[in-house]
């Protein structure tokens, strides 16, 4: 037996991680997929799971998918267990992202107040969730995509005795971009945090490293694929040759605040990216209701998260058949990474075996650039899950003070005041 359960079973995004597990069906023979959420979710995961069905009948596979509402008959007997939930649903992420516009900040839900509002919201959940694992089914693996991944991770790595790895599909879609404009297939190595990597080597099969040609054809204005929610974005050419890695996309907001806070702000409608979402999810949960649609729609690529669910299966897949593949994953540090703590979660590129993730180590970051600015941020995600943790005011409060993109002054406490109030519901560290 080889049980799947998915936690946050209703996403728009089961249609993905459904047929990724089809798609390996023959190395990676799986009986049993469970699609769990909660009440409130009860359209959304009865009608991807039907969709799902459809996916696994077309494919002729004996898999066996169900779908509950008890999460510990979610968990039984499950060898891994998938978290993509989202606490609060979309419109919680349209709060975050309101509140930012309102204060002149970025509004966006893993960077700033948009993803300390929703830590806040997640920490406590997964934590639940962890201890119903170590109860129920301890020798599962928890793959998170989970948002923000990488501080969710973080939490689980301290507060439980969970097996877990986390995921992100920048590194994934950011690889595939620059093997578009390279022309060939390369291995990247990516290390930093979640949404805060850098690019350090680009090894073609030769063992040539184009990190410096990729570097001067985005100088020149050559540009690759970014997650859908991004956007294209436009570097300094000084800025980049300088830093001799390449940033990923997310960096736009910490590089170029300026310019894109002025997008924001002077944006006559403006709309949130939680809204763009909300109708493209709407006009997918349209097409799932087709009792005729037995394939993943193409409209689902529209969503920012493409390819995380993809992911998320050869992840389990190098993990069952201990494939000893590189993946981009998030970890613990253990030394990675000298310059941030042993025990914090880094987004890096690992061996994937049986036994879980296995870091490429990386130099000592010699680049002050890099280095104080990665340091600044993983300071920012301690203090968050302290904060998520023990409902923490003081963190809380010194974790959105350091952070770039949140204003500073009196007004941070009046912006961490709302926040709690907006999402008070969902915040009972903070009662």
Not at 14 to 19: G, L, M, S
Not at 202 to 212: C, M, P, R, S
């Amino acid at each position: 037996m080889l049980k799947i359960a998915i936690i946050g079973g209703g996403s728009s995004y089961t249609p993905e991680i459904v047929e990724g597990f089809i798609k390996r069906y023959h190395e990676l023979p799986i009986t049993d997929i469970v699609l769990y959420d909660i009440e409130e979710g009860r359209y959304k995961v009865e009608t991807v799971g039907a969709l799902a069905i459809r996916m696994i009948q077309k494919a002729g596979l004996p898999i066996n998918l169900t779908i509950t509402f008890n999460r510990a008959e979610a968990l039984e007997g499950a060898s891994f267990v998938c978290s993509q939930m989202r606490v609060g649903m979309i419109p919680a992420r349209i709060k975050d992202e309101r509140l930012g516009h309102k204060y002149g900040m970025i509004g966006q839900e893993t960077n700033g107040i948009g993803g300390f509002a929703k830590a806040m919201r997640t920490i406590p959940v997964t934590l639940d969730l962890c201890r119903d694992i170590e109860a129920i089914c301890p020798d599962a693996w928890l793959i998170n995509f989970t948002n923000p991944s990488g501080i969710i991770t973080e939490t689980v790595l301290k507060h439980t005795n969970v097996k877990v790895i986390g995921l992100c599909n920048v590194p994934v879609i950011t690889q595939y971009g620059i093997e578009e404009l390279l022309g060939k297939k390369v291995q990247i190595q990516f290390a930093g945090l979640n949404h805060f990597i850098h690019a350090f080597h680009i090894w073609d099969n030769h063992g040539k490293d184009h990190i410096k040609d990729v570097i001067d054809r985005m100088c020149s204005g050559d540009d690759f694929e970014l997650p859908k929610n991004l956007g294209k974005v436009t570097w300094v050419p000084e800025q980049l040759k300088q830093l001799g890695a390449i940033p990923c996309g997310y960096h736009q907001y910490y590089y170029m605040q300026d310019e894109a806070e002025h997008k924001e702000m002077d944006a006559k409608d403006f709309i949130t990216r939680g809204e763009e979402v909300q109708a493209i999810e709407k006009e997918l949960f349209k097409l799932y209701e087709d009792v005729n649609l037995a394939t993943k729609p193409k409209q689902l690529e529209e969503r920012g998260g493409a390819y995380y669910s993809d992911a998320a299966c050869e992840l389990i897949n190098s993990i069952y058949n201990n494939k000893g593949i590189l993946m981009h994953v998030n970890t613990r540090n253990n030394g990675t990474i000298s310059e941030l703590p042993s025990d914090c979660a880094i987004e890096v590129t690992s061996l994937i075996t049986a036994s879980g993730a296995h870091p490429l180590n990386i130099p000592a970051i010699e680049n002050p650039a890099i280095r104080g600015t990665l340091q600044l941020q993983k300071a920012f995600e301690e203090l968050t899950v302290k904060a998520g943790v023990e409902g923490n005011y003081g963190a809380a409060l010194q974790a959105l003070t350091i952070n770039p993109l949140v204003r500073k002054g009196h007004i941070t406490k009046q912006i961490l005041d709302e926040m709690i109030e907006i999402n008070k519901a969902y915040l009972p560290q903070f009662k």
